[in-house]
């Protein structure tokens, strides 16, 4: 422990120094006489310049900003410390996936639209699901009524799975799922159809989200207390290195944080905290880090302060590979690298004048290219207030080809590295989440900083300072506190309709009529057994009652019923 | 104007509650909720005619209650503690109530009443009433609404009510001085905090709780608090010194023999709730000097500077003094006639 | 503030505001900073936590006798959950703790909501200013119903 401490110490100490800027006199020479004449002739003075990290942006960048070793800090594409991309080649060789995330009220409309998505060459599937799915409660239960199919797609029992991937050979496609509570769960129902199938699970690919951390930090999507699901999660993270080795059981992510209000360091610094959770958890459990860390990756906001977010991602590639290689003793490049997928910002699109939301992703978009994603998702822009329709989804699409095919930015790996102000911002923000990294170790662990509100009560203080911001016009949203049209009406969401529910309640009674009771209570039993003993591993009890069709909400009972449920800490 | 029609004028026109009154109290009595939770809001609001009318007729209770007040710094799971002792107590046969109080923002009289949320689903399921007060920043306000609420309380026929503070600052102390036991909880590792907090709190604590028991450094805690008070030489009371943690539910029954043999040692010296009654006295006493002559003074007042009716040796520019005590004599000959 | 004819000469307590996410909804961004929000316009405020049930929800309204439950709903269900909390409310003869709602709620629903006594219905980007005129204005009418002085 503290030996832990004194590593991120040492590394803030380190950054602070490097980055305490040297007298420039040269600049001092410039601001006399040049600037001071200027601005006083113009009478034009300078504004307030921060970003959302409030970091303070000075009129002019030189050399003296940057530290002497800047180059040892940058290395080249695809070398170590990765701060340039993960890829030699970056877009040169291929570009980005562009991956756009679906989701849909019924497991029929879900299969429809996956199979049509496979017709036209898509070999990515993405899948969302609805509320009471990622609370892991039935679609039966009084709680969830209204709620059915809202967010994405109603899965209460395997039966569903069946109907969503009918069709559908697994050995063909890979599928994301964005799921974290229950994620064993649907991965276990996602294992047994392709068993069905006659596949080996090695020849089976896809994700799980199942970053717990950041659902207590943000996203407050939760089961049990936190202890808990991190057992379920190592339980899963060994099972599937033994198993099923193209299984990405952790998409480490900052996307909830950030849409929670939080600032781009925040977002950096709290998901690269957990992300160093996860490896330590993964090294507690005695697995190998080379070959288990290439399995994490990671999912970013790109929000619209466009040099802070290029700034965020080029950073965090350094930091990881930084502490992957001396902290977690990793040794070969694939563990180091840090990989991730991007999805511009939702917070910032307005529903006033919905149209120039197409602007601003566009922006981010940009950004996070600049930033060098592994894949992106644009937000279209009716998704302020909707499902999104066809044509926003096309054009949010396009937006990327403009991106990758005529805007020339590809043509090189990392355009911006050298610029004295991207290489200062970038430094800077790996400074500030090393102060948050020392913070955190203090404290005892992001664990422990979770468990007692710290992390929650720095977003949530960000995110009233960044609306009190915006309603004094310190910080502009076009269309919604300046250039305002008035008369404007909010454009009105998608509905689903009550059928969907109806129909996913019809079929759970189905299901629970023609079972074999004695399979599920049995094997119910079973997993009990297996999670009060956190040596044994819950998967193939998970496994076994699932096809037993066991609900997901009987599943998720027996945790329940074990572990408790939990309470968040006091946050306002 | 007689004293009469100044009260009528002055009073708030309730006639909802007024009405209703008769069936509030009685409804307190029985331990409805709704009604205790009404009446809790009566003796807040800042009327003194509202505060005394319904403690009157709530009258005295059949049997008296016992306040402990728990504190300690925050963030050491003073609210699950409470979550948990309060249902523990309940398991017993002891019902009890709990109070929280939350500061409030000095400057705009807002608060956040966040207490409530660590506590509320265990509390729930026992069927524990629980009210959040605010302390509204102004001096003795709060406990004026806290011993009020603690009268209804008592007057539902709760044994027990706990109080849960802030944890610092002159309210607190202020709350405290109405339990008849204290109960200070801290945790392990604390280290700087405790010694802040060792200046005040530390000497007019009856009961010790090192929260957290399932913590490194858990037993050296204790034992730090524990060498504290075998130094002890004032009192018969021998204060002791409990472990808890919420992973094991048996921990909150040792706190709960140590509140109740507090009780029982404060019973058989007649001092159970003794420095509240005269607290309550107090401020009744205050009330109605704040309603009789406070606010006829300042009124008075008023009168004199807008109508430009002079005092008859007229010093205000120089000195405010001469100008208060001139009143105050005027008024007390004026009352004695 | 109640404009009572009788008004005292003493101050009437802040109102006191209930947030609540009566449903199985985690965005919690918009209620953390409207407890802020409130907290600085002067009004005394409690949160009921994530997903309270409708009955959690009205029982912590009644104990700390509120004058407004603010309720939020970003997945969708607020037909259903707002209404399940305005009927339990009329069930259990409770008139004096007015309802106010908010969240991703499209103009056509306001009606049904506004028929129900659920008010405001304001969604993403509504300024602050605007949610706490209108809080408070309900707080104060509720204030006066307790007060007997509709």
Not at chain 2, 94 to 99: F, G, T
Not at chain 3, 87 to 108: Q, Y
Not at chain 3, 118 to 135: M, Q
């Amino acid at each position: 422990m503290e030996e832990d401490r004194g590593f991120w110490h040492s590394k803030l100490k380190e950054a602070s120094e490097r980055n305490s800027s040297s007298k420039d006199a040269n600049l001092e020479k410039w601001r006399k006489n040049t600037l001071k004449p200027w601005e006083d002739k113009t009478g034009y003075k300078p504004r307030e310049f921060i970003n959302s990290s409030a970091i303070e942006i000075k009129d002019v960048y030189t050399k003296n900003d940057l530290p002497e070793d800047q180059d040892k800090l940058l290395g080249l594409p695809g070398e170590y410390p990765f701060t340039r991309g993960v890829y030699p080649n970056m877009y040169r060789g291929k570009e980005w996936t562009m991956r756009m995330f679906s989701g849909f009220g019924t497991p029929e409309d879900t299969n429809a639209r996956l199979k049509y998505l496979i017709s036209h060459g898509e070999t990515g599937l993405s899948i969302a699901f609805d509320m009471p799915t990622l609370y892991a409660y039935d679609c039966d239960n009084k709680r969830a009524d209204g709620e059915i199919g809202k967010c994405g797609v109603n899965v209460s029992s395997l039966k569903d799975m069946e109907v969503i991937f009918d069709g559908i050979d697994l050995s063909k496609v890979t599928t994301s799922m964005t799921i974290n509570a229950p994620a064993a769960v649907l991965t276990a129902m996602y294992f047994s159809i392709a068993r069905r199938q006659g596949l080996s699970l090695d020849k089976i690919g896809g994700t799980v989200q199942a970053d717990i951390l950041k659902e207590y930090i943000a996203q407050k999507e939760w089961i049990y207390p936190p202890e808990a699901h991190i057992r379920i999660i190592r339980d899963m993270m060994i099972y599937c290195t033994e198993n099923v080795p193209r299984w990405n059981y952790i998409s480490i992510s900052g996307y909830h944080i950030r849409e929670a209000g939080s600032s781009a360091v925040q977002e950096l610094a709290f998901t690269l905290a957990d992300g160093f959770y996860y490896v330590e958890m993964g090294k507690n459990a005695g697995l190998d880090v080379d070959q288990f860390a290439p399995r994490l990756s990671f999912f970013f906001n790109s929000s619209i302060n466009f040099f802070e977010e290029i700034a965020k991602m080029r950073a965090a590639r350094r930091i990881w590979a930084t502490a992957l290689k001396e902290k977690y003793g990793a040794k070969t490049a694939r563990a180091m690298m840090l990989r991730f997928h991007t999805q511009t910002s939702g917070y910032t699109l307005t529903w006033q004048q919905p149209h120039i939301n197409i602007v601003r992703t566009a922006f981010e978009g940009l950004a996070a290219v600049l930033g060098g994603t592994q894949s992106l998702h644009t937000n279209s822009y009716d998704e302020a207030m909707a499902l999104p329709s066809e044509e926003a989804v096309k054009v949010a699409l396009r937006t990327q080809q403009i991106i990758a095919e005529e805007t020339g930015v590809t043509d090189t790996v990392d355009p911006l590295a050298g610029s004295y102000y991207v290489e200062w911002l970038t430094n800077k923000i790996e400074e500030e989440a090393y102060r948050y990294f020392d913070k955190i170790e203090s404290m005892g662990g992001i664990l422990e900083a979770v468990k007692n509100g710290y992390i929650q009560r720095e977003i949530a203080s960000t995110s009233y300072r960044r609306q009190k911001r915006i309603e004094d016009g310190k910080e502009v949203m076009v269309g919604a506190n300046k250039y305002v049209e008035s008369d404007e009406q909010p454009i009105n969401i998608l509905r689903i309709p009550k059928e969907a529910q109806d129909r996913q309640i019809q079929r759970l009674n189905h299901v629970k009529a023609t079972r074999d009771g004695k399979k599920v209570s049995e094997s119910l039993a079973r997993l009990r057994k297996a999670m009060e003993d956190p040596d044994t591993n819950i998967m193939p009890y998970l496994i076994e009652a699932v096809e037993s069709y066991a609900t997901l909400e009987e599943i998720s009972n027996v945790g329940r019923e074990v572990y408790g449920g939990w309470k968040e800490p006091i946050i306002i | 104007m007689s004293k009469k029609e100044l009260q009528r004028q002055e009073r708030r026109s309730w006639g909802r509650i007024e009405t209703n009154i008769n069936e509030l109290v009685s409804g307190v009595k029985e331990n409805k909720f709704s009604s205790i939770a009404r009446a809790i809001s009566m003796v807040e609001d800042e009327d003194p005619l509202l505060r005394k009318d319904i403690l009157r007729k709530i009258g005295a209770p059949t049997k008296k209650a016992h306040v402990v007040g728990i504190t300690g710094p925050p963030g050491i799971g003073k609210s699950t503690l409470i979550g948990n002792l309060s249902s523990g107590m309940m398991t017993r046969g002891i019902r009890n109530a709990v109070l929280a109080i939350d500061a409030s923002s000095p400057f705009t009289g807002g608060s956040l009443l966040g207490n409530r949320i660590r506590m509320q689903d265990k509390l729930r399921d026992s069927h524990v009433f629980m009210r959040s007060l605010a302390n509204r920043g102004e001096k003795g306000g709060l406990s004026r609404s806290a011993i009020g609420a603690v009268r209804i309380l008592e007057a539902a026929g709760n044994q027990e009510i706990i109080i849960e503070t802030v944890g610092a600052g002159q309210a607190d102390l202020d709350i405290m001085n109405l339990a008849d036991t204290i109960v200070l909880v801290l945790a392990p590792g604390l280290g700087d905090e405790i010694q802040a907090i060792k200046a005040g709190i530390m000497e007019i604590s009856h009961i010790f709780v090192i929260n957290k028991m399932d913590r490194e450094g858990a037993y050296f805690a204790m034992k730090d608090i524990e060498d504290i008070v075998s130094m002890d030489d004032h009192s018969d009371w021998k204060r002791p010194v409990v472990g808890t943690t919420s992973k094991d539910n048996e921990s909150y029954n040792s706190l709960i023999e140590a509140i109740l043999s507090h009780r029982k040692y404060l019973e058989m010296n007649n001092s159970l709730s003794v420095k509240r009654k005269f607290m309550e006295m107090e401020t009744a006493l205050e009330d109605e000097i704040n309603e009789n002559i406070t606010s006829k003074l300042k009124k008075k007042l008023i009168e004199v500077q807008t109508s430009g009716n002079k005092l008859s040796n007229d010093k205000s520019d120089e000195d405010p003094f001469s100008v208060a005590e001139e009143l105050l004599k005027n008024f007390l000959e004026y009352s004695v006639e | 503030m109640a404009a009572g004819k009788n008004q005292s000469s003493s101050k009437q307590r802040p109102p006191k505001i209930l947030l609540a996410k009566p449903g199985i909804d985690g965005h919690d961004r918009g209620v953390l900073v409207l407890a802020r929000a409130f907290r600085d316009a002067g009004m005394e405020v409690l949160y009921a936590g994530l997903l309270p049930t409708p009955e959690e929800v009205i029982d912590t309204a009644v104990n700390e006798d509120v004058d407004v439950i603010a309720m939020s709903l970003l997945n969708g269900a607020h037909l259903t959950v707002f209404k399940r909390v305005a009927d339990l409310m009329k069930e259990r003869g409770i008139d004096d703790i007015a309802l106010v709602g908010g969240g991703t709620i499209p103009e056509e629903d306001k009606p049904a909501l506004e028929a129900l006594g659920i008010t405001g219905n304001y969604g993403p980007g509504t300024p602050l200013s605007t949610i706490i005129e209108h809080v408070q204005k309900r707080a104060a009418e509720a204030r006066a119903k307790k007060l007997g002085q509709d």
